[in-house]
Protein backbone atom coordinates (compact mmCIF):
# COMPACT_ATOMS: atom_id res chain seq x y z
CA UNK A 1 0.00 0.00 0.00
CA UNK A 2 1.29 3.40 -0.95
CA UNK A 3 2.03 5.66 1.94
CA UNK A 4 0.43 9.19 2.10
CA UNK A 5 3.61 11.89 1.41
CA UNK A 6 3.97 14.18 4.08
CA UNK A 7 4.03 17.77 3.34
CA UNK A 8 6.38 20.03 6.01
CA UNK A 9 7.14 23.82 5.96
CA UNK A 10 8.84 26.05 8.20
CA UNK A 11 7.39 28.94 9.61
CA UNK A 12 9.65 32.32 10.64
CA UNK A 13 8.21 33.10 13.70
CA UNK A 14 7.01 36.68 13.99
CA UNK A 15 4.86 38.55 17.10
CA UNK A 16 4.22 35.73 19.35
CA UNK A 17 4.53 33.64 22.38
CA UNK A 18 6.16 30.59 21.17
CA UNK A 19 9.50 31.54 21.14
CA UNK A 20 11.93 31.87 23.58
CA UNK A 21 13.94 35.03 23.14
CA UNK A 22 16.15 34.74 26.04
CA UNK A 23 17.79 31.48 25.16
CA UNK A 24 21.86 32.70 24.08
CA UNK A 25 21.08 30.70 21.01
CA UNK A 26 18.55 32.83 19.61
CA UNK A 27 18.95 35.56 17.11
CA UNK A 28 18.10 38.29 15.15
CA UNK A 29 14.49 39.05 13.81
CA UNK A 30 15.39 41.60 11.65
CA UNK A 31 19.11 40.28 10.07
CA UNK A 32 18.91 38.95 6.82
CA UNK A 33 21.35 36.14 8.04
CA UNK A 34 18.06 34.62 10.52
CA UNK A 35 15.63 34.30 7.20
CA UNK A 36 18.69 32.59 5.73
CA UNK A 37 19.87 29.90 8.32
CA UNK A 38 15.76 28.95 8.82
CA UNK A 39 15.00 28.90 5.20
CA UNK A 40 18.24 27.10 4.18
CA UNK A 41 17.68 24.69 7.11
CA UNK A 42 14.32 23.99 5.80
CA UNK A 43 15.10 23.05 1.88
CA UNK A 44 18.68 21.00 2.96
CA UNK A 45 15.97 18.96 4.54
CA UNK A 46 13.76 18.87 1.72
CA UNK A 47 10.59 21.01 3.15
CA UNK A 48 8.19 22.09 0.80
CA UNK A 49 8.37 25.73 2.07
CA UNK A 50 9.48 28.40 4.15
CA UNK A 51 6.26 30.64 5.73
CA UNK A 52 6.60 33.77 6.63
CA UNK A 53 4.07 35.74 8.61
CA UNK A 54 3.48 39.90 8.69
CA UNK A 55 2.13 42.23 11.11
CA UNK A 56 1.38 45.67 10.12
CA UNK A 57 1.34 47.33 13.07
CA UNK A 58 3.43 47.33 16.39
CA UNK A 59 1.60 45.29 19.08
CA UNK A 60 0.30 47.49 22.20
CA UNK A 61 -1.01 47.15 25.59
CA UNK A 62 -2.35 49.61 27.97
CA UNK A 63 -1.11 52.20 25.57
CA UNK A 64 2.70 51.12 25.81
CA UNK A 65 4.58 48.92 23.17
CA UNK A 66 4.28 44.96 23.93
CA UNK A 67 7.71 44.50 23.87
CA UNK A 68 7.90 40.50 24.90
CA UNK A 69 7.62 40.42 21.25
CA UNK A 70 9.50 41.16 17.63
CA UNK A 71 9.70 44.72 17.91
CA UNK A 72 9.31 44.82 14.05
CA UNK A 73 9.43 42.98 10.94
CA UNK A 74 11.23 43.73 7.97
CA UNK A 75 8.98 43.34 4.32
CA UNK A 76 7.29 40.05 3.03
CA UNK A 77 8.44 40.82 -0.68
CA UNK A 78 11.83 42.12 0.30
CA UNK A 79 12.76 39.36 2.36
CA UNK A 80 11.18 36.75 0.52
CA UNK A 81 12.87 38.16 -2.72
CA UNK A 82 16.32 38.32 -1.10
CA UNK A 83 15.91 34.29 -0.15
CA UNK A 84 14.78 33.45 -3.84
CA UNK A 85 18.52 34.24 -4.56
CA UNK A 86 20.07 31.92 -1.92
CA UNK A 87 17.96 28.99 -2.09
CA UNK A 88 17.04 26.94 -5.34
CA UNK A 89 13.78 24.96 -4.50
CA UNK A 90 12.29 25.42 -1.49
CA UNK A 91 8.97 27.47 -2.07
CA UNK A 92 8.42 30.65 -0.74
CA UNK A 93 5.64 31.47 1.16
CA UNK A 94 4.58 35.37 2.50
CA UNK A 95 1.68 37.00 4.12
CA UNK A 96 0.10 39.43 2.55
CA UNK A 97 -3.52 41.37 3.88
CA UNK A 98 -6.46 41.85 1.55
CA UNK A 99 -8.13 44.45 3.34
CA UNK A 100 -5.37 46.97 3.17
CA UNK A 101 -3.82 46.43 -0.15
CA UNK A 102 -5.11 46.62 -3.69
CA UNK A 103 -5.23 43.95 -6.28
CA UNK A 104 -2.84 45.42 -8.90
CA UNK A 105 -0.23 45.89 -6.81
CA UNK A 106 0.20 42.50 -4.64
CA UNK A 107 -0.29 40.70 -8.01
CA UNK A 108 2.54 42.61 -10.06
CA UNK A 109 4.60 41.44 -6.42
CA UNK A 110 4.02 37.91 -6.61
CA UNK A 111 3.87 37.38 -10.13
CA UNK A 112 7.80 38.97 -10.20
CA UNK A 113 8.57 37.02 -7.19
CA UNK A 114 7.12 33.85 -8.95
CA UNK A 115 9.59 34.77 -11.66
CA UNK A 116 12.62 35.60 -9.29
CA UNK A 117 12.16 32.47 -7.50
CA UNK A 118 11.61 30.35 -10.77
CA UNK A 119 8.29 29.47 -9.57
CA UNK A 120 8.23 28.95 -5.76
CA UNK A 121 5.88 31.76 -4.23
CA UNK A 122 3.09 31.47 -2.34
CA UNK A 123 0.57 34.00 -1.14
CA UNK A 124 -1.03 33.46 2.19
CA UNK A 125 -4.10 35.61 2.01
CA UNK A 126 -5.36 37.07 5.48
CA UNK A 127 -7.70 40.03 6.28
CA UNK A 128 -8.02 42.18 8.85
CA UNK A 129 -10.53 42.85 11.86
CA UNK A 130 -9.53 45.56 13.49
CA UNK A 131 -9.75 49.80 13.00
CA UNK A 132 -6.38 49.61 15.50
CA UNK A 133 -4.30 48.27 12.57
CA UNK A 134 -6.55 50.51 9.92
CA UNK A 135 -5.56 52.95 11.26
CA UNK A 136 -1.74 52.79 9.70
CA UNK A 137 -4.05 53.34 6.48
CA UNK A 138 -5.04 56.00 4.32
CA UNK A 139 -8.35 53.69 4.53
CA UNK A 140 -8.72 53.20 7.79
CA UNK A 141 -11.23 51.79 9.64
CA UNK A 142 -12.10 47.54 9.24
CA UNK A 143 -14.88 45.64 7.91
CA UNK A 144 -17.96 43.46 9.61
CA UNK A 145 -16.47 40.01 9.14
CA UNK A 146 -19.02 38.59 6.29
CA UNK A 147 -17.47 41.71 4.08
CA UNK A 148 -13.85 41.16 5.09
CA UNK A 149 -14.66 37.68 3.76
CA UNK A 150 -16.38 38.80 0.82
CA UNK A 151 -13.70 41.52 -0.31
CA UNK A 152 -10.71 39.17 0.10
CA UNK A 153 -12.46 36.36 -2.40
CA UNK A 154 -13.14 38.96 -4.54
CA UNK A 155 -10.03 40.78 -3.94
CA UNK A 156 -7.99 37.12 -4.44
CA UNK A 157 -10.25 36.90 -7.94
CA UNK A 158 -9.12 39.94 -9.28
CA UNK A 159 -5.62 39.08 -9.02
CA UNK A 160 -6.45 36.07 -10.59
CA UNK A 161 -7.71 38.08 -13.45
CA UNK A 162 -4.40 39.44 -13.31
CA UNK A 163 -2.03 37.01 -13.64
CA UNK A 164 -4.14 35.32 -16.42
CA UNK A 165 -4.15 38.77 -18.52
CA UNK A 166 -1.06 36.75 -20.03
CA UNK A 167 -2.04 33.40 -21.80
CA UNK A 168 2.00 32.51 -21.57
CA UNK A 169 2.75 32.74 -25.20
CA UNK A 170 2.38 36.33 -25.74
CA UNK A 171 5.69 36.63 -26.02
CA UNK A 172 8.57 35.47 -28.91
CA UNK A 173 12.43 35.47 -29.63
CA UNK A 174 13.11 37.51 -32.59
CA UNK A 175 16.98 37.26 -33.62
CA UNK A 176 16.97 40.82 -34.78
CA UNK A 177 15.09 42.75 -32.06
CA UNK A 178 14.93 40.08 -29.03
CA UNK A 179 11.08 39.85 -27.27
CA UNK A 180 8.50 41.64 -28.80
CA UNK A 181 4.64 41.45 -28.06
CA UNK A 182 2.75 38.69 -30.10
CA UNK A 183 -0.67 40.03 -29.10
CA UNK A 184 -1.61 43.39 -28.47
CA UNK A 185 -4.17 42.43 -26.13
CA UNK A 186 -1.54 40.92 -23.24
CA UNK A 187 -1.76 42.07 -20.08
CA UNK A 188 -5.34 43.65 -20.59
CA UNK A 189 -7.82 43.78 -17.93
CA UNK A 190 -10.63 45.18 -16.74
CA UNK A 191 -12.51 44.49 -13.42
CA UNK A 192 -15.28 46.50 -12.03
CA UNK A 193 -17.63 46.07 -8.73
CA UNK A 194 -18.76 46.88 -5.49
CA UNK A 195 -15.18 46.77 -4.01
CA UNK A 196 -12.46 47.37 -6.72
CA UNK A 197 -13.35 49.52 -10.20
CA UNK A 198 -9.84 49.34 -12.07
CA UNK A 199 -8.37 48.65 -15.73
CA UNK A 200 -5.31 48.23 -17.80
CA UNK A 201 -2.63 46.61 -18.74
CA UNK A 202 -1.07 44.19 -15.99
CA UNK A 203 2.84 44.42 -16.81
CA UNK A 204 4.26 41.24 -15.48
CA UNK A 205 3.84 38.02 -17.91
CA UNK A 206 2.65 35.31 -16.90
CA UNK A 207 5.05 33.26 -14.21
CA UNK A 208 6.13 29.95 -13.84
CA UNK A 209 3.77 28.57 -12.00
CA UNK A 210 0.79 30.53 -13.66
CA UNK A 211 -0.40 31.97 -10.75
CA UNK A 212 1.74 31.60 -7.00
CA UNK A 213 0.00 28.77 -4.79
CA UNK A 214 -2.88 29.99 -2.58
CA UNK A 215 -2.59 29.72 1.49
CA UNK A 216 -5.65 30.65 3.78
CA UNK A 217 -5.60 30.28 7.43
CA UNK A 218 -8.79 31.27 8.69
CA UNK A 219 -11.15 28.46 11.07
CA UNK A 220 -14.46 30.60 10.85
CA UNK A 221 -17.45 28.78 8.85
CA UNK A 222 -16.56 31.75 6.71
CA UNK A 223 -12.92 30.81 6.34
CA UNK A 224 -13.44 27.23 5.94
CA UNK A 225 -15.59 28.13 2.85
CA UNK A 226 -13.40 30.84 1.47
CA UNK A 227 -10.78 28.05 1.56
CA UNK A 228 -12.24 24.71 -0.14
CA UNK A 229 -13.38 27.66 -2.96
CA UNK A 230 -9.91 29.31 -3.71
CA UNK A 231 -7.46 27.66 -1.76
CA UNK A 232 -4.40 25.35 -2.16
CA UNK A 233 -3.42 24.76 1.24
CA UNK A 234 -5.26 25.85 4.53
CA UNK A 235 -2.84 27.01 7.64
CA UNK A 236 -4.40 24.66 10.20
CA UNK A 237 -5.07 25.29 14.32
CA UNK A 238 -5.36 21.31 14.85
CA UNK A 239 -2.92 18.99 15.29
CA UNK A 240 -4.58 16.10 17.37
CA UNK A 241 -6.37 13.50 15.76
CA UNK A 242 -9.60 13.46 16.47
CA UNK A 243 -9.58 17.44 16.22
CA UNK A 244 -7.48 16.88 13.06
CA UNK A 245 -9.57 14.41 11.57
CA UNK A 246 -12.93 16.66 12.19
CA UNK A 247 -11.15 19.74 10.23
CA UNK A 248 -9.51 17.44 7.80
CA UNK A 249 -13.16 15.73 6.83
CA UNK A 250 -15.46 19.15 7.29
CA UNK A 251 -13.39 21.08 4.67
CA UNK A 252 -12.20 18.37 2.57
CA UNK A 253 -16.21 17.94 2.13
CA UNK A 254 -16.35 21.00 0.79
CA UNK A 255 -14.37 20.85 -2.25
CA UNK A 256 -16.91 19.20 -4.34
CA UNK A 257 -19.41 21.96 -4.71
CA UNK A 258 -16.62 24.15 -6.07
CA UNK A 259 -16.45 21.52 -8.56
CA UNK A 260 -12.65 20.47 -6.61
CA UNK A 261 -10.98 17.57 -5.42
CA UNK A 262 -9.58 16.75 -2.00
CA UNK A 263 -6.28 16.33 -3.44
CA UNK A 264 -6.37 19.93 -4.69
CA UNK A 265 -6.20 21.43 -1.05
CA UNK A 266 -3.11 20.23 1.53
CA UNK A 267 -4.90 20.48 5.09
CA UNK A 268 -1.38 22.12 7.16
CA UNK A 269 -1.61 22.27 11.11
CA UNK A 270 0.90 24.56 12.45
CA UNK A 271 2.85 22.53 15.10
CA UNK A 272 5.71 23.20 17.31
CA UNK A 273 8.13 20.71 19.00
CA UNK A 274 10.84 19.44 21.36
CA UNK A 275 13.16 16.82 20.98
CA UNK A 276 15.26 14.60 23.53
CA UNK A 277 17.51 11.72 23.72
CA UNK A 278 14.56 10.09 25.42
CA UNK A 279 10.81 10.62 25.82
CA UNK A 280 11.82 11.64 29.58
CA UNK A 281 14.31 13.70 28.43
CA UNK A 282 12.00 15.49 26.00
CA UNK A 283 9.76 15.86 28.82
CA UNK A 284 11.86 17.57 30.71
CA UNK A 285 12.99 19.96 28.57
CA UNK A 286 10.11 20.94 27.26
CA UNK A 287 8.50 21.77 30.43
CA UNK A 288 11.99 24.19 30.83
CA UNK A 289 10.81 25.52 27.30
CA UNK A 290 7.63 26.32 28.53
CA UNK A 291 8.64 28.31 31.65
CA UNK A 292 11.06 30.42 29.35
CA UNK A 293 8.48 31.17 26.19
CA UNK A 294 5.73 31.93 29.78
CA UNK A 295 7.82 34.43 32.43
CA UNK A 296 6.16 36.22 35.20
CA UNK A 297 5.90 39.54 33.01
CA UNK A 298 4.55 37.83 29.71
CA UNK A 299 1.95 35.54 32.24
CA UNK A 300 0.68 39.13 33.79
CA UNK A 301 0.49 40.53 29.76
CA UNK A 302 -2.08 37.43 29.24
CA UNK A 303 -3.94 38.09 32.14
CA UNK A 304 -4.59 41.65 30.88
CA UNK A 305 -5.97 40.26 27.93
CA UNK A 306 -8.52 38.54 30.25
CA UNK A 307 -9.04 40.77 32.78
CA UNK A 308 -8.96 43.86 30.53
CA UNK A 309 -7.45 46.08 33.14
CA UNK A 310 -3.90 47.24 34.27
CA UNK A 311 -2.57 44.34 36.11
CA UNK A 312 1.13 45.31 36.67
CA UNK A 313 1.15 44.88 40.35
CA UNK A 314 -0.28 41.45 40.69
CA UNK A 315 1.98 38.68 41.64
CA UNK A 316 3.06 36.29 38.85
CA UNK A 317 3.47 34.00 41.44
CA UNK A 318 0.66 34.44 43.55
CA UNK A 319 -3.19 33.70 42.90
CA UNK A 320 -5.45 34.43 39.98
CA UNK A 321 -6.95 38.51 40.61
CA UNK A 322 -9.89 37.90 43.16
CA UNK A 323 -11.77 41.00 40.99
CA UNK A 324 -13.68 39.82 37.93
CA UNK A 325 -12.73 41.02 34.38
CA UNK A 326 -13.86 44.57 33.14
CA UNK A 327 -16.23 43.92 30.67
CA UNK A 328 -17.33 47.56 29.60
CA UNK A 329 -16.40 47.64 25.63
CA UNK A 330 -13.11 49.10 26.06
CA UNK A 331 -9.76 47.08 25.34
CA UNK A 332 -6.21 47.24 26.89
CA UNK A 333 -5.13 45.64 23.95
CA UNK A 334 -6.10 46.96 20.88
CA UNK A 335 -5.17 44.90 17.43
CA UNK A 336 -4.72 41.47 19.66
CA UNK A 337 -6.73 38.39 18.26
CA UNK A 338 -5.98 36.74 21.67
CA UNK A 339 -8.87 39.23 23.01
CA UNK A 340 -11.35 38.71 20.91
CA UNK A 341 -10.73 34.68 21.32
CA UNK A 342 -12.31 35.60 25.06
CA UNK A 343 -16.14 35.94 24.27
CA UNK A 344 -16.93 35.70 27.84
CA UNK A 345 -14.07 37.24 30.10
CA UNK A 346 -16.65 36.35 33.24
CA UNK A 347 -16.88 33.13 32.16
CA UNK A 348 -13.32 32.27 31.31
CA UNK A 349 -12.02 34.13 34.50
CA UNK A 350 -14.75 31.66 36.58
CA UNK A 351 -13.14 28.37 34.53
CA UNK A 352 -9.83 29.30 34.92
CA UNK A 353 -9.96 30.28 39.16
CA UNK A 354 -11.76 26.31 39.67
CA UNK A 355 -8.98 25.39 37.12
CA UNK A 356 -6.19 26.85 39.34
CA UNK A 357 -8.12 25.57 42.28
CA UNK A 358 -7.94 21.95 41.29
CA UNK A 359 -4.45 22.27 40.48
CA UNK A 360 -3.17 24.28 42.94
CA UNK A 361 -1.35 26.60 40.01
CA UNK A 362 0.06 30.10 40.51
CA UNK A 363 -1.14 32.76 37.66
CA UNK A 364 1.71 31.88 35.93
CA UNK A 365 1.74 28.05 35.88
CA UNK A 366 -2.21 28.85 35.30
CA UNK A 367 -1.42 30.66 32.09
CA UNK A 368 1.19 28.21 31.18
CA UNK A 369 -1.53 25.62 31.24
CA UNK A 370 -3.89 27.22 29.49
CA UNK A 371 -2.11 28.88 26.54
CA UNK A 372 0.12 27.11 23.52
CA UNK A 373 2.15 24.05 23.99
CA UNK A 374 3.99 21.62 22.39
CA UNK A 375 2.36 19.54 19.57
CA UNK A 376 5.58 16.92 19.25
CA UNK A 377 7.47 15.67 22.40
CA UNK A 378 9.37 13.16 22.50
CA UNK A 379 12.72 11.40 21.02
CA UNK A 380 13.11 11.65 17.07
CA UNK A 381 11.66 8.04 16.57
CA UNK A 382 8.25 9.21 18.89
CA UNK A 383 8.46 12.27 16.81
CA UNK A 384 8.70 11.00 13.50
CA UNK A 385 6.03 8.66 14.76
CA UNK A 386 3.60 10.86 15.69
CA UNK A 387 3.90 13.04 12.41
CA UNK A 388 3.45 9.77 10.55
CA UNK A 389 0.63 8.43 11.84
CA UNK A 390 -1.57 11.56 11.94
CA UNK A 391 -0.77 11.99 8.07
CA UNK A 392 -1.71 8.16 7.67
CA UNK A 393 -4.76 8.94 9.20
CA UNK A 394 -6.05 11.91 7.49
CA UNK A 395 -5.63 14.22 10.56
CA UNK A 396 -3.46 16.21 8.41
CA UNK A 397 -1.80 16.34 5.03
CA UNK A 398 1.51 17.84 7.05
CA UNK A 399 2.52 20.47 9.32
CA UNK A 400 3.82 23.87 9.06
CA UNK A 401 6.65 23.47 11.91
CA UNK A 402 7.13 26.62 14.63
CA UNK A 403 10.68 25.86 16.43
CA UNK A 404 11.38 27.98 19.59
CA UNK A 405 14.36 29.40 18.76
CA UNK A 406 15.32 31.20 15.82
CA UNK A 407 17.61 30.72 13.36
CA UNK A 408 18.58 27.47 14.54
CA UNK A 409 15.74 25.89 16.25
CA UNK A 410 15.04 23.22 13.34
CA UNK A 411 18.20 22.28 13.03
CA UNK A 412 17.96 19.09 14.92
CA UNK A 413 14.27 17.99 13.44
CA UNK A 414 16.25 18.34 9.97
CA UNK A 415 19.34 16.19 11.18
CA UNK A 416 17.07 14.11 13.18
CA UNK A 417 13.19 13.31 12.35
CA UNK A 418 13.72 13.99 8.74
CA UNK A 419 15.65 10.80 8.13
CA UNK A 420 12.82 8.63 10.29
CA UNK A 421 10.44 9.82 8.20
CA UNK A 422 12.38 9.40 5.09
CA UNK A 423 13.20 5.60 6.22
CA UNK A 424 9.06 5.27 6.64
CA UNK A 425 8.92 6.08 2.97
CA UNK A 426 6.58 8.92 4.40
CA UNK A 427 9.02 12.25 3.01
CA UNK A 428 11.16 12.66 -0.12
CA UNK A 429 14.67 11.96 0.00
CA UNK A 430 15.06 14.42 -3.16
CA UNK A 431 12.68 17.01 -4.78
CA UNK A 432 11.44 16.01 -7.84
CA UNK A 433 10.17 19.36 -8.81
CA UNK A 434 11.26 22.46 -9.29
CA UNK A 435 8.19 24.36 -8.39
CA UNK A 436 5.91 24.53 -5.21
CA UNK A 437 2.42 23.51 -6.84
CA UNK A 438 5.05 20.16 -8.09
CA UNK A 439 6.10 19.73 -4.38
CA UNK A 440 2.58 20.21 -3.30
CA UNK A 441 1.66 18.07 -6.09
CA UNK A 442 -1.51 20.67 -6.93
CA UNK A 443 -1.86 21.32 -10.48
CA UNK A 444 -1.05 24.73 -11.74
CA UNK A 445 -4.32 26.30 -13.05
CA UNK A 446 -5.31 26.55 -16.45
CA UNK A 447 -5.55 30.53 -17.26
Known sequence: MTRKQIHLAAHFPGVNNTTVWSDPEAGSHIEFSSFVRLAQTAERAKFDFFFLAEGLRLREQNGQIYDLDVVGRPDTFTVLSALAAVTERLGLAGTINSTFN??????????????????????????????????????????????RYERA?????????????????????????????????AGAFAHHDAHFDIEGRFPVPRSPQGRPVIIQAGDS??????????????????GTLEAGQAFYSDVKGRLAKYGRTPEQLVILPAATFVLGDTDADAHERAHVVRRQQVSGQTAIKFLEQVWNTDLSGHDPEGPLPATDPVVDGSTIAPGRASVRMYRDPVATAREWRQLAEAKNLSTRDLIIEVTGRQTFIGSPATVAAAIDDLVQADASDGFILVPHVTPGGLDEFADTVVPLLQERGSFRTEYTGSTLREHLGIEAPRG
Not at 114 to 129: I, Y
Not at 221 to 238: L, N, P, Q, V
Open 102 to 147: EPFEVARQFASLDHLSAGRAAWNVVTSWDAFTGENFRRGGFLPQDQ
Open 221 to 238: DEGREFAAATADAIFSRY
Open 153 to 185: ETFLRTAWELFDSWRGDELAADAGTGVFLRDSE
